[in-house]
């Protein structure tokens, strides 16, 4: 069976977090290290929103310094997602994208790579399914969101698995019209998002979901998850990507 390397589940703020995502995809690139699954968390938590979106539309900047809350532009596509380091695991699978695994079609790479996905949730105890073009549900709820880009011969997915689910800390910082709309909003999040905690009534541990997680991708890809760590090299390039763009203006507030 193929091996991949695993970093981890890891805990970073996020501008690191998008930035050894992209040194992962530079250097997969160039042959230098092997297709990668990462998991990780965010700390401070955060709010990213898709490389289309603008920032101004879409995120409420005072609240997030208020709150000590990160705000960031993903290169993936996407919505605005809410990061909760008490809540969610994200993963990343960064793999040349001529890999036999991956379809050319980027909504059936979506399903095949998103059914690691619903092989780890199954391990869980819970009955999940793929929504197109990029989400997973449980009993109808939204469980976990999706995004993915293709640049330099490598597909990057990444994506957020809900642990838990704190609708009050999501729309705190999200752009919203007026409060009315607001708490309108919370409460519709209960009717159409879920948590693993929250379908399973128990406080699951966050090193379980990961072992899911891992156990769920390399079943759907058939690779053999081997732990390793980022070389000094994409280290080094993700904290130039850090301080050169993923903390700039000129990224962040670039539309």
């Known amino acids: 069976m193929e091996e991949w390397r695993l970093i981890d589940l890891e805990i970073r703020d996020a501008a690191m977090n998008m930035a050894i995502d992209e040194a992962i995809l530079t250097f997969n690139s160039q042959g230098k290290v092997p297709n990668t699954l990462r998991t990780y968390r965010w700390n401070p938590s955060a709010v990213s929103i898709g490389y289309f979106q603008s920032i101004y539309e879409e995120v409420d900047i005072e609240a997030c310094k208020k709150r000590g809350i990160d705000f960031i532009r993903r290169i993936t596509g996407g919505g605005a997602v809410f990061h909760d380091y008490e809540g969610e695991i994200t993963y990343s699978i960064i793999v040349r994208k001529d890999h036999p695994k991956i379809p050319t079609n980027i909504i059936k790479s ?146």
């Open 110 to 255: 979506y399903q095949v790579i998103c059914q690691g996905l619903l092989f780890a949730l199954a391990d869980l105890g819970l009955d999940a399914e793929f929504k197109p073009i990029n989400d997973i549900i449980v009993a109808g709820k939204k469980i976990s969101g999706n995004a993915q880009t293709r640049k330099k011969n490598i597909c990057l997915q990444h994506g957020t698995v809900l642990v838990d689910l704190d609708p009050k800390a999501m729309f705190s910082v999200l752009k919203i019209s007026d409060e009315k709309m607001r708490d309108k909003l919370i409460k519709q999040v209960g009717r159409n998002v879920t948590s693993i905690r929250g379908e399973l009534g128990e406080n699951i541990d966050f090193e379980i979901v990961k072992n899911a997680i891992v156990n769920g991708f390399s079943k759907a890809l058939s690779f053999e998850p081997v732990k390793d760590k980022l070389t000094k090299e994409e280290f080094e390039l993700a904290k130039r990507l850090k301080q050169e763009k993923y903390t700039s203006k000129n990224w962040i507030f670039k539309r």
